[in-house]
């Protein structure tokens, strides 16, 4: 059974994220959506809002599971027997970043590989953040989110 670990902030999940999401889930048998606790980057929701969101928006997915972690992603990775990461690549901008990342994981645990999803074009300028300020700024963030997303955050930022 090839199972992958999904890793990432998702803060908030976008329509890119879940375009990756989908596709993994037609390659892998079962594909492990984990939010980062530990990332570096400053919350805007909370891991179990992210966590939550992702779940309404992958309930479509039935070989996905939705989790978050602490630690290293290699290491979470192992737990659950994964030997795959995914991760979505939209520009070449994204591409020195993620080969950092891919390779330091190789350099902490060869046996799991990193598989890059080219995410389709008409979502390659999405971001978490442009979501974040557009949203604050009272913009429309239909383009952006999957609808059970954009749903909770207008409610909650009362837009
Ligand atoms: N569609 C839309 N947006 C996308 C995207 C896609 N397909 N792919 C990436 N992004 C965007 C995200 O929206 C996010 O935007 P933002 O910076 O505006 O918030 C950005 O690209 C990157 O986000 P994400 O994919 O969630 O990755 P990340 O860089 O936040 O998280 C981890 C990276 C969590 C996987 C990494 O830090 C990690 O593994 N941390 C655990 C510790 C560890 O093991 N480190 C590695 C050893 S050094």
Same mark, same amino acid.
């Given at each position: 059974m090839k199972i992958a670990i999904y890793p990432g902030s998702f803060d908030p999940i976008t329509k890119g994220h879940l375009d990756v999401l989908e596709t993994g889930a037609e390659i892998f048998d079962k594909v492990i959506i984990a939010v980062a606790r530990n990332s570096e980057k400053h919350g805007f929701l909370t891991i179990e809002?992210?966590?939550?969101?992702i779940r309404q928006s992958c309930a479509h997915l039935k070989n996905v599971e939705v989790?978050?972690?602490?630690?290293?992603?290699?290491?979470?990775?192992?737990?659950k027997g994964a030997t795959i990461l995914l991760r979505g690549l939209r520009a070449v901008s994204d591409f020195e970043y993620e080969m950092q990342l891919s390779q330091n994981n190789s350099a902490l645990n060869h046996?799991?590989?990193t598989v890059f999803l080219i995410t389709?074009?008409?979502?390659?300028f999405i971001s978490s953040s442009s +979501?974040? /300020?557009?949203l604050l700024n009272g913009g429309d963030i239909t383009k952006? +989110?999957? /609808?059970e997303v954009k749903i909770y955050l207008e409610k909650k930022y009362k837009c």
């Open positions: 809002e992210r966590v939550d969101l989790d978050s972690f602490n630690g290293l992603t290699i290491d979470y990775a192992q737990q046996n799991i590989k389709k074009p008409k979502y390659n +979501v974040r /300020e557009i952006f +989110v999957p /609808e």
